[in-house]
């Protein structure tokens, strides 16, 4: 693995993120757009060049000042420094803000004295700690002069170097050992991390965001400690944006493979008496995958959108707190959900292709213990989906203010417009009504955008509302009872969250739809964005009924609806899938190579040559059949 | 994972089902009870041994006459003759009777001529074949003097046996090939075979259900060739059975691994400033572990109720046409709700462990990956849900004919009773009026027993009535209209099953509540399966507020009745999951040994003791505050 990472490196795909006076490419966005595919080749490949590109050489590219780039930068990009990121301790995952480690200023010596106080804060699980990392960007909370400033990030050899290049022995001080063996990634060498009072330079503290000047006097062109440490952290997003591309990535390629199979593998007989079904054929199997192809294109477009919105922040073309805040929103909520998507799809593929699908050499079983994991690192999918609940209420006070509404709204164009429609009960009346006999008339209404549109977005909206105003008395109360309402309420606000990551994928494919030039195309994707945004809403049909958004009748239709598109869609399923682009070398799957076909014509064949030969047996029921017929002539 | 093997031979347990005569126990339902507990040492220790015992072996009790199982069984039994099961195919997975593999009878030579006439005929699959198995039990379409008598089962020697008793080269005529790596079970040497005219004796063709004179005169003592191929398939429902408690067992697993671990990690501070809060405290955290511990129990009690009937129809004392049906139905409905239940409940305790979840040492990942195949082997769950569909039509044409409802009734005993309460529109109405301002009063009502039964076992029956409907026009039609009518319907015929599982499971669970004699246990237990009940409703909401079933604000209440009971049942997490009686040895995952509670009971230990030395440095903010004290004070 790191021999293939060296591949990459002489390749320069992965420096193109890099400031060009270091030989990079100064192009955040093609970096990350390059780094998802490497999913297709191989999950572990992609995730131990993401550790030394993505964590370790962007902690000193983002946390570091020109002098500290400049000097450490080349090594890490040529991976002649192979590092780890070591930020997690396995006491503390997701609340980096509590990490244990500690540095603390010794102005006698001007060294950091970096100190690993109990077993729960070792470093854990972190990628190239186990064998490759020679040198580490350790983050741990910055002590001097008595005074805590919060988690920092410093720039710690951890290893020797051998002549060969590999890897040696641990530094004095440093110790460490391997996760052992994992789910998936195994092509990963994650392992942990302690320190026991190691010497680090003053300046091999990342100073962009703070600094210590040799007397130990801390300063920081970022005043609140908060803002700061928010600020520090903001490099992480590439990993969930890259995640989501890399997610949504591994989705695809399942469901090609699935697809592809269930094209051509045959089960029992149908209509015909002679000829097997095409499993696609069944309505069981067009239900399990068609609407995960219509997630997919969803998924695809939203990550579009999150890739562009990302590279004009990490351009500098447009960097503001606004647009920085905006961006980790959305990466936390579409990372959330294409993770998702992606094991769940996985698992749906490996199913519908039967035992087939367990053989590795079918690829889903491995692609799935891969992604699994992709659910908690990089932040927890539920811890993240609660920081974009947090965001949408902010969001939401903020209006009921009178403030703009933030940056996110322009993925919601017109929200408010929409959402004034569904909100009394009259209206469901009207609508029940009005439904009454007419079920065409009603799925009708379903396939326009607006109604789509509204639906999804009255349902955030009126999430987020009702979460506000029951939390509302949380703001008055004691602690204890405070953090009571805010838990109770917890499962809605990531319910809410995502709401609002679904409003965002449709969104997406919805615009992505007015780019499409060739009518046929577009027409063939308007009804896979419909069969998308159906599927949602009969996911929360519950919701929409008790809100009365949708009268029984209406929602009844919906899945009738949906079950008319699968019809529909099914003799573009194949198309759906190729256009993807993956070859035969990106799936690498037996059974999407065209084997299944062969062996289910060379059955077909024996069995059309044994009926024409007139040598075939005759079942034994024909033949009782047969001989009652004789047995009555006789008669 | 073969000498593991010997070392159950050795024991004897694995012999509890063969005739006492050749030193068996002539005990069904004690066998299949131990070995489903092999799941907790190794699944694939459990599916090796199921191979050898409960397919190979089973296959000479169950088909084959006195003679033959005199002759064959002891062999099977101590293992000497390790086998394959050599039924699958790699053409045809669950459409057994599809098989295209030939056996021809030559009287001549008094023997058949076992035939593999194309690739997808390779049998595929096969535990034991690749490595270990020297005989199989092949299935083949027996022909004799022209006429196809249907799937039969003949005993085939594969492999020579060298003096050290272990499988040598494959005997003339016979090739195959190891199905490599899989996604799970790699402890099972799963293979392919493939026969080139392999000529097999006349008397090692099994011949309880269908034999062949020298002449070649087919004989059975079964008539018709459909119930004869369903007989004879008949024995494989103990696989589906000990699957069903094998599921069960692994996701208690998983649930008592993340309960425990849940009740020690800690993760940020809530309303304490110093105080992490142990996750299983969250909110999202209940929701996530606690309403999969309900189903658990239930899963459970189903189980017991499953391994009492097969131990009725297998021991003999009671083998009637109509068991033999319902214990393949119940097997076939609770083993696809089981398994779907162990895979999505492994993957969701997988990430409730966040990372330390993803390590193989904690089990779960490895768990997930062996478990994962038995929602497609021993019958696809797709299939076997349409199989119970099909029962459940054919059981309510039965009972429009005025014949006795079968014996899946005894399940639900009151069905009947209760299914008239919620049909007309009125009582709809009614309850919306009785329920205004009242959600409490709504509450207590869902708690009843009677009410939980009536809103589960009215959906079952008015699904299936409204399938029967639907389907009707089908009698009459066209043979591809017939396809395509039954097509459009097979989504719903799945629901209806699972609906029917459902009932299953929670009619148990209620059962066994009246079986429990401390008041305390039952109490909380009868909590446990009102959570189950609910989360039933809740998973089906808008199906019950779109038939009128319950009105919109009812079903309000459904979900935050769930609140209140995972709540109140919170406290109880850790006992449910203990009760479950797996010790440190079945667990054998570093999390829930302890390690967790150690490591943050250091770490809290080691802070305590910093603040009360009065050394522990002061943080940025609170210093920023002092100061600004301080500077305001000088003004």
């Keep these: 693995m790191l021999a293939q990472c060296r591949a990459l490196a002489a390749k320069g795909q992965v420096h193109l993120a890099f400031p060009e006076r270091l030989g990079g490419g100064d192009n955040p966005g093609a970096n990350l757009a390059g780094f998802e595919e490497l999913v297709a080749a191989d999950p572990s490949l992609q995730i131990k060049a993401g550790v030394q590109w993505g ?35 396995t006491g503390h995952g997701s609340d980096v ?18 100190h690993t106080p109990f077993r729960a804060a070792w470093k854990d699980y972190l990628g190239n700690a186990a064998v490759h990392a020679t040198a580490a960007t350790v983050f741990a909370q910055l002590v001097t002069g008595g005074v805590n400033h919060g988690v920092h990030c ?38 942990r991390l302690h320190f026991d009072h190691v010497r680090v330079p003053r300046r091999d503290l990342l100073s962009r965001y703070g600094s210590v000047d040799a007397d130990g006097t801390y300063s920081s062109p970022i005043d609140s400690p908060g803002r700061r440490f928010f600020t520090m952290l903001g490099s992480l997003v590439q990993g969930r944006v890259s995640l989501d591309g890399a997610a949504s990535n591994a989705a695809k390629i399942g469901l090609q ?39 997919a294109y969803a998924t695809h477009f939203a990550h579009d959108r999150l ?35 992606a094991l769940d799809t996985l698992q749906e593929t490996r199913e519908a292709c039967g035992g ?70 009259l209206k469901r009346a009207a609508q029940a009504f009005a439904d009454q006999g007419s079920a065409r008339r009603a799925a009708g209404h379903l396939r326009e955008t607006d109604t789509q549109r509204a639906l999804l ?5 009126t999430m987020v509302e009702e979460l506000a105003t029951a939390l509302r008395p949380a703001q008055k109360a004691a602690p204890v009872e405070a953090a009571r309402i805010f838990d109770a309420h917890q499962a809605e606000l990531v319910e809410a969250a995502k709401a609002h990551a679904d409003l965002l994928r449709w969104e997406a494919f919805t615009q992505a739809l007015t780019q499409i030039e060739d009518s046929g195309t577009r027409e063939v994707l308007t009804r896979v964005r419909d069969l998308f945004g159906l599927t949602l809403v009969e996911r929360n049909l519950a919701w929409y009924l008790i809100n009365g958004r949708l009268s029984g009748q209406r929602a009844r239709t919906v899945t009738s609806y949906i079950e008319r598109l699968l019809v529909r869609l099914r003799p573009h399923a194949q198309d759906l899938v190729d256009a993807w682009g993956f070859g035969p070398e990106h799936l690498r799957a037996k059974i999407a190579s065209g084997a299944e076909a062969e062996r289910q014509d060379e059955a077909r064949a024996y069995y059309r040559e044994l009926r024409a030969s007139g040598d075939a047996p005759v079942s034994e029921k024909s033949q009782k059949k047969a001989q009652a017929k004789v047995g009555a002539s006789r008669r």
Excluded: W
């Design 55 to 89: 964590l370790f050489a962007s902690a000193i590219l983002h946390l570091g000042d020109e002098e500290q780039q400049d000097r450490l930068l080349p090594a890490a990009m040529d991976l002649s420094v192979p590092g780890a990121f070591a930020m997690t301790e």
């Design 97 to 114: 803000a509590s990490v244990a480690t500690t540095a603390t200023y010794d102005p006698a010596t001007e060294e950091f004295v970096l």
């Design 154 to 191: 410093f720039y710690v050899p951890i290893r020797t170097t051998g002549e060969d290049g590999r890897a040696g022995e641990f530094l004095p001080g440093i110790g460490g050992e391997d996760d052992g063996q994992k789910g998936g990634l195994n092509g990963v060498d994650n392992g």
């Design 257 to 295: 493979i699935a697809v592809t199979y269930g094209n051509q593998r045959r089960q029992f007989t149908g209509a015909s008496a002679t000829d097997e079904v095409v499993i696609l054929d069944y309505g069981t199997h067009r239900r399990r995958l068609i609407p995960a192809i219509a997630e």
């Design 307 to 341: 890739l562009d919105l990302f590279h004009t922040v990490f351009s500098g073309e447009e960097d503001t707190p606004e647009t920085r805040e905006d961006l980790e929103t959305t990466a936390a909520a579409l990372k959330a959900s294409s993770t998702r998507f």
């Design 356 to 425: 087939a699908g367990f053989l590795t050499e079918n690829r889903i079983t491995s692609l799935h213990a891969d992604m699994d994991v992709y659910a908690t690192f990089e932040g927890d999918n539920t811890v993240l989906l609660q920081l974009v609940g947090k965001r949408l209420l902010s969001d939401y006070a903020k209006e009921l203010k009178g403030a703009t509404p933030g940056g996110m709204a322009r993925y919601v164009v017109d929200r408010a417009a929409s959402a004034a429609l569904h909100r009394t009960p």
């Design 457 to 461: 977005t009255d349902r955030v909206d």
